[in-house]
């Protein structure tokens, strides 16, 4: 598998990314494969990678943790890349390597409640150490020329979310933390697992939506439960953009839908990604990407059409016999396409 990772942050621009749209970091979902995906349906969108550890970043194979598709360097497709981490060094080392990767952001994951995350001190245990999370966020800034930012939640167990949100977004800032990803609900530590700290700890969205207007200063991101365009587009006015996640996964085209009003793109047809996202498994599965690790990641495309199952079914089970590049998608869309013309005459 080659990566180009040519690109330093040193030849690319050092504009600060659109983040008007941005797709959340997901562990396991927003790889590579299904980046260059969501970039097909919202180029203008702003991609998180998974988070990746600042241990891995240091000891691991960097450009299977950090590479990206060339063809995504050439297009300049924002991506920021999130790292978890609680050493203030480590996290710099790892950012100064992340420069050679072609990233247009570089975050710092302070949200995610996972036992293994809490048990290495970080994702959103720290938010009960905001002078250590601004020592770490002003390492990183300190090894880049990219900008820094910040994920985080509304707070965590018992702390105020008025007090303790505020203390913590003022010790960031004080470090230069010029945007924050505000996921809207606390993460109870204690008790729940990761997947239930997603849905259980109640949404505050005026909490987060007087922070924004507190700091008119700095960009906050609206994140948390935005699971179709016109909830999205409720909130975005109080916001300086919104983070969706798992709605992106599974419903790939709200982002579309978000991206026509927010950036006056027209909404791509199914059939125009389909054919895009085949040329792009042709070229992969060449160099040995199995098809299924890119089809995984579109089989919500058709989600609410007709042919819906058609696709969901033929391309997640298929995809892993099949030897000859993006036939299959190219294959099934059409089929879809047919279906609905069928049904619609
Ligand atoms: C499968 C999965 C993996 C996730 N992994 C991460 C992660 O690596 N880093 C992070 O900050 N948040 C992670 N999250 C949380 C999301 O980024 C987001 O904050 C959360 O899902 C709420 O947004 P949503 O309601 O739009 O999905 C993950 C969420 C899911 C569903």
Redesign the pocket.
Known sequence: MRYNHAMTTGERKMTAPDRRLSV??????TDRHCRHFHHHVAPDALL?T??VTADAVIHGDRDRLLGQPPEDIDAAVPVAL?L?GSDPARLAEATRIANDYGYAEVNL?V??PSDRVQSGRFGACLMAEPALVAECVSAMAGATSLPVTV?CRIGIDDMDEESGLDSFIDAIHGAGIMTVYL?ARKAWLQGLS??EN?DIPPLNYDRAARLAAARPDMQVIL?????NAGAALEQLPSFAGV???????RTPMILADLAAPVFGREVPARLQIAGAMADYADRHTAEGVPLHAITRHMLGLYHGQRGARLWRRHLGEEARNRRDGGALIREVAAACEEMAARLAA
């Open positions: 959340a970091p997901m562990m396991d979902w998180f998974e988070m999130q978890g994951n949200g995610c994920k996921h990761p997947k997603r994140n948390g439960g935005l699971d983070m969706i996640g798992r709605a992106a996964y």
